[in-house]
């Protein structure tokens, strides 16, 4: 078991630029959570996924912040016309249901320049 | 508004010593609380607690939840430098399933 996978683990953008981070859960996880971290803060939760629906966007930023989980491939952070305050720590977790702790992927560092 | 508290921010310690990291919180509708080991990449589950005095324990480290005082403990004996990371609470609310951390203790172990 592979694990939850998150590619790339860094990501260099420019201002303006889209950033787009992706998210494959472990084996048999149909819940996807994505987290941001600033630094020297805690994990703050952005969104939260199920197959094809978004169940709580409530941590996300209003504009140009957008997630999705489709039916195949990876679930996707989408953050269009990147500023400096984007850059941060992306993690994506994955959990078989909403009983047990998630497992967090290794996280991609977005980098604004 | 939801806080997860933890405290200290950092801690600093030799080889051998036993450390003790708090977790306080003040969230609506309490379903459970997590400790996660954070290194310098993803953070790694550690313990769940969601019965109140019920210790969790592998091998060196040990939890306890106390939901009268809102409050969680996590205690490290016999510290090795690989202890070294930085150390997340986590609490979860029963009407969603977002986790509500705190900043985290940064526990340094020197030889």
């Known amino acids: 078991n592979a694990g939850v996978m998150q590619n790339p683990r860094h990501l260099v953008r420019r201002r303006g630029q889209e950033a787009r981070l992706r998210c494959s859960p472990m084996k048999g996880h149909s819940h996807v959570y994505w987290y941001r971290q600033l630094p020297e803060e805690g994990l703050k939760f952005m969104v939260y996924l199920q197959k094809e629906n978004i169940i709580d966007e409530s941590g996300m930023p209003k504009e140009r912040f957008s997630a999705e989980f489709p039916k195949e491939g990876p679930s996707i952070l989408r953050i269009q016309q990147v500023v400096r305050g984007d850059s941060a720590a992306y993690f994506c977790?994955?959990?078989?249901?909403?009983?047990?702790?998630?497992?967090f992927g290794s996280g991609t560092r977005l980098t604004v320049v | 508004e939801d806080k997860v508290v933890q405290s200290p921010l950092s801690l600093v310690v030799h080889e051998g010593d036993t450390v003790t990291l708090n977790c306080s919180y003040e969230v609506t509708n309490f379903r459970s609380l997590l400790w996660y080991k954070q290194e310098k990449k993803a953070p790694t589950f550690l313990f769940m607690l969601t019965s109140s005095g019920i210790e969790k324990k592998s091998g060196r480290l040990s939890s306890i939840l106390d939901k009268k005082e809102l409050s969680s403990i996590l205690n490290i004996t016999a510290t090795q430098t690989g202890d070294s990371a930085i150390y997340l609470c986590a609490v979860a609310r029963g009407d969603t399933d977002k986790l509500i951390f705190g900043t985290g203790t940064r526990l340094q172990v020197f030889p």
């Open positions: 977790a994955s959990s078989m249901d909403s009983n047990y702790g998630y497992t």
